[in-house]
């Protein structure tokens, strides 16, 4: 298209109905997408992406609310998000949606072999979750091997059910998806006047950021019904995770591996190590394997850019890199994204009016 008339052509679609592709359908791009129909009505979404649930990271994850921490995002702003998160979907798990949406409350322990340090004693996040205290010595006895702990409830995203339901949320608003892999952001340009990047590890490849790296999962769920209670070695490794339907057996963190491929001599490490703090897990049975690449980055990129290319600009939202938190924060992250939208959109107005003087 020739530049004078692309510029046009998005000074015309903009103003009634600005309209935004979100790309990417994890449960960062399909809560964003969400955030921006709730915070700007008029704005026509459309999400595009190559896979959808259930053949997305997320669809891997344990989805249990525990943060990870960013070493380059502040502790204030990594706070607030989980903050944010945990509200929504406490008051999701309190209402008539929560069977559907797949969110529930679980309550267990974070158990640890030395004595932690001062950040790991009262972590971040500890007056976030509910009724946080350390363990008392009876409640030890049942982890041998362990010094100390901490005791608490917490949320858990059955991760399948809450892509659906989110996707569900989205097309009652009107919202489209449609299945395309994008594979540069200009592609778009012509279609779309603000680009929301939520394609999670495949940033690296659509906007080449080489500070984005997998870190690959590999966990197991089991039917396990009688496990009620979340189990958590502090050095992040092994973990036990009850769900609506299975539980969760973790895990592994292989930094800058990109298989998918399950490894068996892993999953059964795996498994030996849940049933060396949960003996009962031995009786599990319908062991489904599974493998996600973590999206790792130093901070969550969460920020506005504007491309610029022949006097043509197109402004970005980037929101990816969430690591192994992004359920914990998905929605603090949505809504952050979705005030930059919001801006996006005034700089546009802006622009459009003074072309018309
Ligand atoms: C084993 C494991 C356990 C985990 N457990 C937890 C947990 O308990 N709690 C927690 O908070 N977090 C957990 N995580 C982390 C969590 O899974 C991720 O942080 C989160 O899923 C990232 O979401 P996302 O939407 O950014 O990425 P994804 O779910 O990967 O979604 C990215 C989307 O972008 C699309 N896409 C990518 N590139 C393109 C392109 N070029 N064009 C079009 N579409 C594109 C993909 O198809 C996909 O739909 C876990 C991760 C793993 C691997
Ligand atoms: O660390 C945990 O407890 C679960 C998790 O987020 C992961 O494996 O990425």
Redesign the pocket.
């Known amino acids: 298209m020739h530049v004078g008339a692309s510029l046009l052509r998005l000074c015309t679609l903009d103003m009634a109905a600005p309209k935004v592709a979100v ?9 964003t997408a969400l955030c921006i129909v709730e915070t700007c009505p008029s704005c026509s979404v459309t999400v ?6 259930p ?14 921490t960013y070493p380059g995002t502040p502790i204030h702003v990594q706070k607030q998000w989980f903050k944010e998160t945990f509200t929504y979907l406490f008051a999701l798990s309190n209402s008539n949606e929560a069977s559907e949406a797949g969110v529930h409350l679980v309550s267990g322990w974070q158990i640890f072999k030395n004595t932690p340090t001062p950040k790991e004693e009262l972590p971040f996040w500890s007056d976030v979750v509910l009724g946080f205290r350390p363990m008392s010595e009876a409640e030890l006895q049942k982890f041998p091997q362990h010094q100390f702990g901490q005791a608490f409830t917490t949320l ?2 059955e ?1 399948p059910p809450y892509l659906l339901w989110l996707e569900k949320r989205l097309k009652a608003n009107g919202v489209q998806m449609y299945t ?4 540069d952001l200009w592609e778009l340009h012509s279609e779309y006047n603000i680009i929301v990047n ?6 690296h ?2 906007v080449g950021d080489e500070k984005l790296l997998p ?5 197991l769920k089991v039917h396990a019904p009688w496990v009620k209670n979340f189990i958590r070695d502090g050095d992040g490794l092994t ?1 036990i ?1 009850p769900g609506i339907y299975s539980v ?1 057996l ?3 963190r292989e930094k800058e591996k990109w298989s998918l491929s399950p490894d068996p001599d892993t999953t059964k490490d795996i498994f030996e190590r849940c049933c060396s703090l949960e003996p009962s897990l031995w009786g599990a049975q319908d062991i489904e394997v ?6 790792s980055r130093w901070c969550v990129r969460l920020e506005r850019q504007v491309l610029s290319r022949g006097g043509v600009k197109l402004p970005v939202v980037h ?12 929605r603090g992250t949505a809504k952050e994204a979705a005030r930059l939208v919001g801006e996006c959109i005034a700089a546009l107005q802006g622009s459009s009016s003074r072309a018309k003087l």
Not at 48 to 53: C, M, N, P, T
């Open positions: 790309i990417g359908a994890g449960v960062v791009g399909l809560s595009l992406s190559d896979q959808f649930s053949n997305t990271t997320s669809n891997v994850a344990a989805g249990i609310l525990i943060p990870h858990k995203c991760c395309r892999k994008v594979a939520c394609s999670g590890i495949g940033a490849q659509l870190v690959r999962g590999q966990v973990y995770y969760t973790g895990g592994t599974k493998v996600g690449l973590r999206p929101n990816y890199g969430h690591g192994a938190g992004g359920f914990s924060v998905h």
